[in-house]
């Protein structure tokens, strides 16, 4: 059984839902999982598949209509292990935690960043908060993670507003807020989203420097299982807000056992791996979300659905830290 002297993050049966009126939308149901320390979560599925409200609710930043009816979400960063999800009448606890402890790297720094404050001001913020520092010892320590990440002229640029960066160099900003308090987890939402290929190898580089030199723990929740190959050490694989497979890099992307995780790898290149494959679509579309099938979500999508895939939810199939919510995992590995 694993040791929690490796874990850093534990997610126990995590359900979270938005009340839209006459609908109820399950965006996350029953998801599970770890995190070690110094290693790296992939955490993969198509749009809409529930991996950024899972990021959402584990640092309580979900939307008025958001709500965890049922899980545990346990921190075990500090002396004492924290239930996250306890938190929500002790604001300043959360505060506390955030930003702190785990910072989060926003999908589209274009809307993250404010217009109308400096770089300076915005990555100084989370220092001035949560540190006992000067606002010139912030300065130095904001200057400093702006130079580790590439940015030139670091001192003068705190001056300038977002609309005066890149694309690319505003990403490297956002990283910079998310790590200038040396957080022991980072979660990376789509952090490389709507970058040209070589900006994104160089931020991909430099996050996999900066965990290394803070033995950082990361959840890269993306839909590109290249990145995932290059950066993860395990990988949930997350289909209408359920965790279908989870594993090793190795496991997951090399022998995949779930119908979904093999169609999603089918559809898209992924590097090093099944070279010269042609590449293949996933056949119908994601159910409604607040109109779920009673059976396994996926059923109308796959090649292998019985009966019993389209009546019953899944048990999953545990071997060797292999986990698999699939009823036909024989017909499928033989197929």
């Known amino acids: 059984m694993r040791s929690q002297h490796d874990l850093l993050l534990k997610v126990e049966n995590l359900e979270t839902s938005f009340d839209l009126g006459s609908r109820v939308v399950k965006a996350v149901n029953g998801v599970s999982f770890t995190v070690k320390k110094g290693k790296t979560l992939g955490v993969v599925g198509e749009s809409g598949c529930g991996k950024s409200v899972t990021a959402h609710t584990i640092l309580q930043l979900l939307p ?64 001035l908060q949560h540190d006992a520092m000067s606002k010139k010892e912030a300065a130095d320590r904001a200057v400093e993670m702006l130079s580790l990440l590439g940015i030139p002229s670091a001192r003068a640029r705190l001056k300038d507003y977002p609309h005066q960066f890149s694309g690319g160099m505003k990403q490297r900003v956002m990283i910079a807020m998310a790590m200038v308090c040396n957080p022991k987890l980072l979660i990376a939402d789509e952090p490389t989203t709507a970058l040209d290929v070589t900006i994104q ?46 594993g090793t890099v190795e496991q997951v992307l090399s022998r995949p056992q779930h119908p979904y995780t093999r169609a999603l790898l089918r559809s898209v290149p992924v590097l090093g791996i099944r070279r010269n494959m042609r590449l293949e679509t996933i056949r119908g579309s994601t159910p409604d979300p607040s109109e779920m099938p009673e059976g396994c979500a996926f059923a109308p999508r796959c090649d292998f659905a019985t009966d019993r895939c389209r009546s019953a939810p899944p048990q999953t199939d545990e071997g060797q830290g292999h986990l698999v919510r699939c009823w036909n995992l024989e017909e499928v590995r033989k197929g």
């Open 201 to 246: 190898a160089q931020i991909l580089e430099l996050m996999k420097d900066v965990q290394k030199k803070y033995d950082t723990s990361v959840i890269l929740i993306t839909h590109n299982m290249g990145i995932v190959s290059d950066m993860a050490d395990e990988v949930a694989v997350m289909y209408m807000g359920k965790i279908v497979e989870f």
């Open 64 to 127: 008025r209509l958001g709500k965890i009816n049922a899980g545990h979400i346990t921190y075990y960063g500090k002396e004492e292990a924290v239930v996250l999800n306890r938190l929500e009448r002790n604001g300043r606890k959360m505060r506390s935690i955030r930003g702190k402890e785990i910072g989060m790297i926003f999908q589209d720094p274009m809307a993250s960043l404010n217009p109308v404050y400096t770089i300076g001001n915005q990555i100084c913020e989370a220092l």
